[in-house]
C-alpha cells in the first residue's frame, strides 16, 4: 500500500483533509480518501461477519433486542476426587456438541489456580440453537451426572456480545 500522508495537529476539516491526503482513486464518479476506503473495507468486513455467524433474524434475551451471537461462559467445579471423571466426560462432550447446528464454538478450558473448576466458553448462533443443545441428547446425558461430578450446580452465565 502506498503511504499517503499523514494527518497534522489541529483542527481538521474534510476539505484540508484532501489537502493533506489527496485521492489516489476513483470509484463511482468521485474520489475516495484513504478514511473514506477504510470506512467502507470495514462495512463490508463487518457485513461479511455478520453473514458468516449465520445470523437468522434476531433475538431477545431478558427483553434485550439482540443482534448478534450468544456467547455462554459455563463454569462447574468438580467433587473431590471427580475431577478426571469430569474432565473425561466434557472432554467427549466437545466434539459432539461442536457438530451441533447453530454451534459456532464449544470449548473447554481448566482454571489454573483451581484445577477442580472447568469452564466451558460458548457461542451459538441464536437463543434457538442455544436452546437445543440444552435440550439435546449429549448435554442432557452429562446433566443427569451432575449430582455424581459437581460438588454445586453450574454457573451459566448467557452474554451478549456489546462491543
Not at 489537502?19 to 461479511?48: C, F, M, Y
Not at 472432554?91 to 481448566?110: F, K, M, T
Amino acid at each position: 500500500m502506498e503511504f499517503i500522508g499523514y494527518r497534522q495537529p489541529g483542527r481538521m476539516s474534510r476539505n484540508s483533509l484532501e489537502g493533506i491526503n489527496p485521492p489516489r482513486e476513483k470509484a463511482g464518479g468521485r474520489h475516495l480518501l484513504v478514511e473514506d476506503a477504510i470506512a467502507s473495507a470495514n462495512r463490508a468486513d463487518a457485513t461479511e461477519r455478520r453473514d458468516d455467524r449465520g445470523l437468522q433474524g434476531q433475538d431477545r434475551l431478558g427483553g434485550v433486542l439482540l443482534a448478534h451471537n450468544i456467547n455462554v461462559v459455563a463454569t462447574l467445579v468438580a467433587r473431590p476426587r471427580q475431577e478426571a471423571n469430569l474432565h473425561a466426560a466434557l472432554s467427549a462432550l466437545v466434539p459432539v456438541v461442536r457438530g451441533e447446528p447453530g454451534c459456532i464454538r464449544y470449548d473447554l478450558h481448566r482454571d489454573l489456580d483451581a484445577p477442580e473448576r472447568f469452564v466451558m466458553i460458548e457461542t451459538w448462533r441464536d437463543a434457538s440453537a442455544l436452546e437445543t443443545h440444552a435440550q439435546g441428547e449429549a448435554f442432557t446425558a452429562l446433566a443427569a451426572r451432575f449430582d455424581t461430578l459437581l460438588s454445586t450446580s453450574p454457573d451459566i452465565r448467557r452474554l451478549a456480545n456489546l462491543a
